[in-house]
């Protein structure tokens, strides 16, 4: 198992673009994050999936985001209609919960590398 | 949800010297993880402290927790240039399904 995999690792992009994320998770980790990072904040929460249901879905997560799980193992995070306020660091983070406890005895979380997008 | 809010928000010491970073946080709490992000990438879990635990160690790193002062705090011992990073705490509620994190401490330690 080599981690969470995310791709690609760096995006460049025009306004009004459309892009995609993938983020392939360890794979009996049945959790997948999406968080959004800027320069000098921490992460931002957007959604969860736990397999493949959206469970959660953050305020910050506009209409122009939508995120997909449908079988269960890798995700796709896809902006539509890029802005220049899009450009950050999109980070995947994957956990295991079964029977309704996670797997570490809390939700301890392996991060993905990012993908960094920038809007022109 | 919870949120954790670390302190101070940059520290640049000396290799050799500790590093103490703190955080705060509002509500009861199962347990408060500490995440550690090197420039540009991913963050890596470092260590955990449940609720009903006062100290933890692991390797150079000691966290503390005192839930009757919600806060906590990290320890680098003999801290390393290669310590240098960003480092998230994120408390953790009961039944949360999600972790929520501060803007984090910027620790710089200069060879």
């Known amino acids: 198992d080599t981690g969470v995999s995310q791709n690609p690792r760096h995006k460049i992009t025009k306004r009004g673009q459309n892009v995609t994320f993938r983020c392939d998770p360890i794979s009996e980790h049945n959790r997948l994050y999406w968080y959004r990072q800027t320069l000098g904040q921490g992460p931002e929460f957007l959604t969860y999936f736990q397999n493949e249901a959206q469970l959660e879905k953050s305020r910050l997560l506009s209409d122009r985001f939508s995120a997909e799980r449908p079988k269960g193992s890798f995700s796709t995070l896809e902006i539509q209609r890029t802005e220049q306020g899009d450009s950050a660091m999109y980070l995947c983070?994957?956990?295991?919960?079964?029977?309704?406890?996670?797997?570490?005895?809390?939700?301890?979380?392996?991060f993905g590398a990012g993908s960094r997008l920038t809007v022109l | 949800s919870q949120q954790g809010e670390e302190d101070p928000q940059a520290l640049s010491i000396q290799e050799g010297e500790n590093a103490t970073m703190n955080c705060s946080y509002k509500?009861?709490?199962?347990?408060l993880q500490w995440y550690r992000q090197n420039s540009g990438r991913g963050l890596v879990h470092l260590i955990l402290?449940?609720?009903?635990?006062r100290e933890k160690h692991s390797g150079r790193l000691r966290v503390t927790l005192d839930t009757s002062k919600k806060s906590s705090s990290l320890l680098i011992t003999a801290s390393r240039a290669a310590d240098t990073a960003s480092y998230f705490c994120?408390?953790?509620?009961?039944?949360?399904?999600?972790?929520?994190f501060g803007k984090g401490t910027k620790l710089t330690v200069n060879p």
């Open positions: 994120a408390p953790e509620e009961g039944g949360s399904e999600k972790l929520v």
């Open positions: 402290i449940r609720s009903n635990e």
């Open positions: 983070a994957s956990s295991r919960k079964v029977l309704g406890k996670f797997f570490a005895g809390a939700n301890v979380l392996t």
């Open positions: 509500t009861s709490i199962n347990n």
